[in-house]
């Protein structure tokens, strides 16, 4: 599988990938997203496209959700997931309204790049590929993103580990609870990242997110 053409020069594609693509080729299980969705985050944001990060931790282990797309599910998946129902009642709370669809693809088309720490997972085996290598590749791409300022979204403990890969002046960091069921009402739900980060990016005299209308 070749790297995603406008991420190819992070030093992961060289050093790390090789292996890691063995590894997942050697896997009996059911590995998610298909193949082809592997990168599709990278894919569908470009570095110099990236106005904000969203880290997500693997992919959903439930087949036909996972797309590639952190928090984000195929558009026909019903009920969501109930971390991606989190965000949507978050939505409604700070901007009044929610999307149709668990469908996040129209975020990533305005440059919200929606990053897993890890881009597979064995079917029905939440985090079993967490400690693959992954992680280096967050690493790469958020140390290539800090020669401007963006903003980040980490939710959780395990998204704001990776809070040292950030430096750089003058970016926008938003931490809070991750909107799982077991920890969205411990800072989660009240936080309003959504409008938080159209103030900051209006302040700076760029175009806000459309969050809720594809």
Request: with cysteine; hydrophobic share 40%.
């Amino acid at each position: 599988m070749n790297a995603p053409v406008h991420w190819q020069h992070l030093p992961f594609f060289q050093t790390r990938w090789p292996a890691l693509e063995q590894r997942l080729a050697a896997e009996t299980r059911q590995i998610l997203p298909p193949d082809s969705m592997r990168f599709a985050a990278l894919e569908a944001c470009s570095p110099s496209d990236v106005r904000v990060v969203i880290l997500g931790q693997d992919p959903y282990p439930t087949p036909g959700h996972a797309h590639g797309l952190a928090f984000s599910v195929a558009p026909d998946v019903h009920p969501l997931p109930r971390s991606l129902g989190n965000i949507f009642k978050e939505l409604q709370s700070d901007l009044g309204a929610a999307p149709e669809s668990g469908d996040l693809r129209f975020w990533a088309a305005q440059g919200v790049l929606l990053l897993n720490t890890a881009l597979s997972v064995p079917a029905g085996d939440a985090g079993g590929h967490a400690k693959l290598g992954w992680s280096d590749l967050t690493r790469d791409v958020l140390a290539s993103l800090n020669e401007r300022p963006r903003a980040f979204v980490l939710w959780g403990n395990h998204a704001q580990g990776f809070e040292p890969a950030i430096s750089g002046a003058d970016h926008l960091i938003l931490r809070s609870a991750h909107p799982s069921p077991l920890s969205a009402r411990r800072g989660f739900f009240g936080s309003r990242p959504f409008s938080r980060v159209n103030d900051w990016l209006k302040a700076r005299g760029d175009t806000p997110i459309n969050w809720t209308d594809p």
